[in-house]
């Protein structure tokens, strides 16, 4: 069945690397995507979105990057800093699927 | 409100008993969304709101599930006898633009629901 997903459970990186989070998604038709951020206790918060007429998009520190060929989204975040320490996790939401999420643990 | 808002923040109760969840989505948003998130799990859509009407409400587990929205802002979902595996973090989104693919959503806190 159709599916959204994220390679790795955890990630942890050192402060001011950058970090790639990625997702893979299964069904072609998927059009709009977006990224949120969880801290522990509260609700998802906006990161980005993209559809699928662009293959890149930047905000502040965080570019997404969508592969419709290979089915392949990733968030990358420049410069990470101790406050993005949180769960990434990515949904397709023509179908309102999320992913699991991706722990992102930044070290000082 | 600045944000969406939700009560309470949470609930224990006991197997078999009713609960009500309360969602404040921002004013002015036209859609709101209720969705489960288990412990480990990715965000599972339960209802999507556009406006007082639920044009889907494919996801509700079952029919101990329902919700309901008036006068286009205050929702509420209703779990009767409720089980143990109802335990989990329900989250409610609103947003500005109607649709389901259409426009950000904003999430309140959630409301952690524990059944004993």
């Known amino acids: 069945g159709e599916s959204v997903g994220l390679h790795l459970p955890t990630l942890s990186v050192q402060e001011g690397d950058n970090s790639i989070i990625n997702c893979a998604y299964s069904?072609?038709?998927?059009?709009?995507f977006i990224w949120y951020k969880q801290e522990s206790g509260k609700g998802p918060q906006f990161i980005i979105d993209?559809?699928?007429?662009?293959d890149k998009r930047q905000g502040q520190r965080v570019t997404v990057l969508l592969n419709k060929t290979v089915k392949h989204l990733s968030l990358q975040i420049a410069a990470t800093q101790p406050g993005d320490s949180a769960v990434y996790f990515c949904?397709?939401?023509?179908?309102?699927?999320f992913g699991a999420g991706t722990r992102l643990t930044v070290k000082p | 409100g600045a944000g969406v808002s939700q009560s309470p923040s949470n609930k224990v109760t006991e197997k078999g008993k009713d609960v009500e969840l309360r969602c404040d989505p921002i004013?002015?948003?036209?859609?709101l969304y209720w969705y489960r998130q288990s412990l480990g799990q990715g965000l599972e859509f339960l209802i999507y709101?556009?406006?007082?009407?639920?044009?889907?409400k494919s996801g509700l587990p079952s029919d101990r599930f329902s919700a309901e929205r008036t006068g286009g802002s205050v929702s509420t979902l209703t779990i009767q006898r409720t089980q143990q595996e109802d335990s989990a973090v329900y989250l409610c989104?609103?947003?500005?633009?109607?649709?389901?693919?259409?426009?950000?959503?904003?999430f309140g806190p959630g409301t952690r629901l524990t059944v004993l």
């Open positions: 993209i559809r699928s007429n662009m």
């Open positions: 004013s002015g948003h036209t859609a």
């Open positions: 949904a397709e939401m023509n179908d309102m699927r």
């Open positions: 709101f556009q406006g007082n009407s639920a044009p889907d």
């Open positions: 069904n072609s038709a998927s059009d709009y």
């Open positions: 989104a609103s947003s500005a633009l109607g649709g389901l693919a259409v426009g950000k959503q904003f």
